[in-house]
Each structure stands twice: as structure tokens, then as C-alpha cells.
């Protein structure tokens, strides 16, 4: 199969910092609209879903990493801490909207929509995991924790299940687009399962393939 071409490595850090700088066009987007009366509807509502949505965007393309090197040999591994990070950092506005601009910071009303309101109950879940993930996104802690690292940030999955259970349930009726990121990502957790044995049959299968080589190459 063929590869797409790689980035000179000169380019790799650039290309991390491009993608930082690309990720947070949506929202301050979304933030000139409001500000200047051309957002649909509730301003603020609008503003909110639409913060909600792109974390949502950036966790499921956090967990397609994987799964794209697996199947089609694309390696972005080295976005993959960046878009982990957009994800909390859209997680982090979306809560801040909805506390700041959509409740007043009214405490007592945020509590109790936390408390009776399932759907919000999820998405404050799901930041409150967020948190330990973003702040050991570093190459420090990956030497401090060791193996821990590793179990401590497959969070991701859980996380990204509820960013789309929390989108799905925010909404009166399931509609395409919901159902699209219940779907993608149920796919992508899905991969997790059946991973480990479809790398070994795939290392299995290139054995013989390597051995003819080396004898037809033997003088």
C-alpha cells in the first residue's frame, strides 16, 4: 500500500505548532460571530454546542491515530498529544460558556443542573478526567509515571464515549450527527478489542513472506 510522503523532520515541530494555531480557529470564529450579532438563534447557545462539538472533533481524531498507522501506515503520533490537548482545552471553554455566559456563574443552578441533568453530569465527568490527562501530556511525566502513564490515559476512551454520549443525550431526538459520533466512536474503541490479534496475524503473515526473501536472496 502506498504512503502518504513524510515531513522532513526538520518540519515536525512546526507542523505541531501549525496544528495548535489551526485548532483554535473554530472557536475564535465562532467568538468574532457572536460578538458581532451573525451567530443563529441563542448567541450563547450556539456558541456553547459549537465549543462542545470540536472537542468532541478532536477526541475521536485523538483515538483515529492508532488505527491509522495500524491500517494504512499514516504515522501522526506526533499530533496525537496536541489534539488530546485541543480536545481539553474546547472541553474546558465549552464548561466555561455554559457557567460563565449561559448560568452567570449563578453556583447553586450549575450545581443542580450537574446533580439532576444526566447529560451534564457526564460532560462534567468527563472534564473532570480530562484534567490529570492534560496535565501529564508532557514528556516529564511520561518518565516520572513509567507504565502508569499509559494506564492513566487510556482515560481517552472513556472520555471520548462520554463526549459523545454526552452529545447524543443533550438533544431532544438522536439525529444523524449524533449518531454519526456514537458510531465513530464505537468504531474506534471497537479497534481497541480485535487490535492486538489482527497485529499478530499481521506479523504472522509477513514471516513466510521474509523468509522467501532471505532465501532467494541467500548466493
Known amino acids: 500500500m502506498a504512503r502518504l510522503p513524510s515531513l522532513p523532520r526538520r518540519l515536525y515541530g512546526p507542523s505541531v505548532w501549525a496544528l495548535y494555531a489551526l485548532g483554535f480557529v473554530p472557536a475564535a470564529y465562532a467568538f468574532y460571530l457572536g460578538t458581532t450579532g451573525q451567530l443563529p438563534g441563542n448567541p450563547v447557545k450556539e456558541f456553547e454546542q459549537l465549543l462542545g462539538i470540536w472537542a468532541l472533533r478532536f477526541l475521536v481524531a485523538t483515538l483515529a491515530i492508532t488505527p491509522l498507522r495500524d491500517l494504512l501506515g499514516v504515522n501522526w503520533l506526533r499530533y496525537r498529544r496536541a489534539l488530546g490537548l485541543l480536545a481539553f482545552y474546547y472541553v474546558l471553554m465549552h464548561f466555561l460558556t455554559y457557567m460563565v455566559l449561559d448560568q452567570a456563574l449563578n453556583v447553586t443552578a450549575i450545581v443542580a443542573d450537574i446533580i439532576k441533568r444526566p447529560f451534564i453530569t457526564i460532560g462534567m465527568a468527563a472534564l473532570v478526567m480530562l484534567v490529570p490527562l492534560a496535565l501529564t501530556s508532557n514528556a516529564w511525566s511520561i518518565r516520572r509515571l ?18 459523545a454520549l454526552h452529545f447524543a443525550m443533550s438533544v431532544k431526538v438522536v439525529g444523524p450527527e449524533q449518531a454519526t459520533y456514537l458510531a465513530l466512536t464505537a468504531l474506534l474503541l471497537g479497534w481497541r478489542v480485535v487490535r492486538k490479534p489482527y497485529l499478530r496475524r499481521k506479523r504472522q503473515a509477513a514471516q513466510p513472506t521474509a523468509s522467501v526473501r532471505t532465501v532467494s536472496d541467500a548466493p
Not at 146 to 154: E, I
Open 146 to 163: 513509567g507504565q502508569r502513564w499509559t494506564k492513566l490515559h487510556r482515560l481517552a476512551y472513556v472520555i471520548t464515549a462520554a463526549g
